[in-house]
Each structure stands twice: as structure tokens, then as C-alpha cells.
């Protein structure tokens, strides 16, 4: 595609329910990254993939998050039994190959409040 | 551990004046360093980056960014400023042993007086 899509654009939700937050990187992008961008703070790493691995899961916060990207394109960003603490935009990056020095191509986020 | 500081968590400036934002960065090595800009209701956009070799970085709108390595720093200025510059500007580090990390400063709020 012509760049990183994210869906929804919003998402209200209530405390304890589930959700699901979906990102489209760029085609022929092997590396993938969520982070988190609350109020007021730059974006905070969560999860690396390469190709359809976790690479390094060491920013998610705990075991409520979790993401998966099964064909090594799209990705999905599951959050069960939501906190109001988890209201944040939730941001997805792809790079070419995932080296430090590559430019990560940015989604317009998903701007997620839990009731 | 890297880290990403970004003293000024606002800056206003009048149109056509000139813009200096600063970053400064803690790393044991040569970072790689980055400016991204995030307009409302926008994604995050690379502005420059730098690697190595020359230390003044041209980038996209007009905006320049120079590494100085004895201060850590990484500043992000434009010569001059136009009112379509307001936006929140985040300054990054990547590290050679974190191939796919970026550190963030907490950003900049850009505003522009007309």
C-alpha cells in the first residue's frame, strides 16, 4: 500500500471488555512496531516484529496485551480486560528490513479511551 | 540505557522568524538520531536523520539538524518559519545494539504567532 493504515481511527470501549487494534504496514515491509503515545509523551516502544515473529515483546506492558501477525503482513494488537490507564493512541510503524539506522514509516494511530 | 531529553515542552515564535528546537541524547556510542514531526490527526513524519559523515543534515520543509557530539546534542532549526510549521516536533535515538528500537523525547509543541 502507499503507507501505513490503521483501523479504527477511534475506538471508545468500557473497562474490562476486549480489544482489537489492526495495522496495515507497507507492502514488502518486514519489520512492524507498536508503541504507545499517551497525552503530553513521545511514543513509547511495545513489540517488535521481523517477518511473522516477535522479535522482542519486552515493551508490552503486561500479559493483557499481546499481538500477533500471522502472515507476516498485517498485525493486530489484542488488549483484554481494558484499563482506563490503557486510554493512549496506539501508533504502528513499518520499516524495510528493521535496522536501527531505516526509516520507521508511521501510521496515523488509533486513538483508543476505555470508559 | 539511551535516553532522549527535550528541555522545551513548548516554543512559540512569530512567522518568519527563525526556529532552534533542542534535543539532547545519552548514549555510550554514535547514535542514530532522527526528527520526526506529528501534525494533528497526522502520523508521525521523518523530518532528517543522521548516521554518520557530515554532521549538518538537510532535511524535508526546509528544516536542518546538526549532531554535536561534545554536547550530546542534536538540534532541529529552520531559517524560517511558516504558520503551516506548527505541530509537535519528537526527537529519536537508535542504537547500533538495538537494531530496531527508537527512544523518544517527549516532544516539542510548536507555536506559531501570526
Known amino acids: 500500500g502507499a503507507g501505513v493504515s490503521q483501523t479504527p481511527s477511534n475506538k471508545v470501549t468500557e473497562k474490562g471488555k476486549y480489544v482489537e487494534l489492526r495495522c496495515d504496514p507497507i507492502?514488502?515491509?518486514?519489520?512492524l512496531y507498536w508503541y504507545r503515545q499517551s497525552l503530553g509523551q513521545g511514543p513509547e516502544f511495545l513489540i517488535y516484529?521481523?517477518?511473522?515473529?516477535?522479535?522482542?515483546d519486552s515493551g508490552l506492558p503486561n500479559d493483557r496485551f499481546f499481538a500477533v501477525r500471522p502472515e507476516g503482513s498485517v498485525s493486530t494488537l489484542k488488549i483484554q480486560r481494558t484499563e482506563r490507564g490503557d486510554s493512549a493512541v496506539y501508533l504502528c510503524?513499518?520499516?524495510?528490513?528493521?535496522?536501527?539506522?531505516?526509516?520507521?514509516?508511521f501510521g496515523p494511530g488509533t486513538r483508543l479511551l476505555v470508559l | 540505557a539511551q535516553s532522549v531529553t527535550q528541555p522545551d515542552i513548548h516554543i512559540t515564535v512569530s512567522e518568519g522568524a527563525s526556529l532552534e528546537l533542542r534535543c539532547n541524547y545519552s548514549?555510550?556510542?554514535?547514535?542514530?538520531l532522527f526528527w520526526y514531526v506529528q501534525s494533528p490527526g497526522q502520523g508521525l513524519q521523518l523530518l532528517l536523520k543522521?548516521?554518520?559523515?557530515d554532521t549538518l543534515v538537510q532535511g524535508i520543509k526546509g528544516f536542518e539538524a546538526e549532531f554535536k557530539r561534545s554536547q550530546s546534542s542534536f538540534n532541529l532549526r529552520k531559517p524560517s518559519v511558516h504558520w503551516s510549521d506548527a505541530a509537535e516536533y519528537f526527537c529519536?535515538?537508535?542504537?547500533?545494539?538495538?537494531?530496531?528500537?527508537?527512544?523518544w523525547g517527549a516532544g516539542t509543541k510548536l507555536i506559531i504567532k501570526p
Open positions: 507492502s514488502g515491509h518486514t519489520a
Open positions: 529519536a535515538v537508535g542504537a547500533w545494539d538495538s537494531n530496531y528500537q527508537l527512544i
Open positions: 543522521y548516521f554518520s559523515g
Open positions: 516484529f521481523q517477518g511473522t515473529g516477535a522479535a522482542d
Open positions: 510503524a513499518s520499516s524495510l528490513t528493521g535496522t536501527a539506522q531505516e526509516t520507521q514509516y
Open positions: 548514549y555510550g556510542a554514535t547514535p542514530y
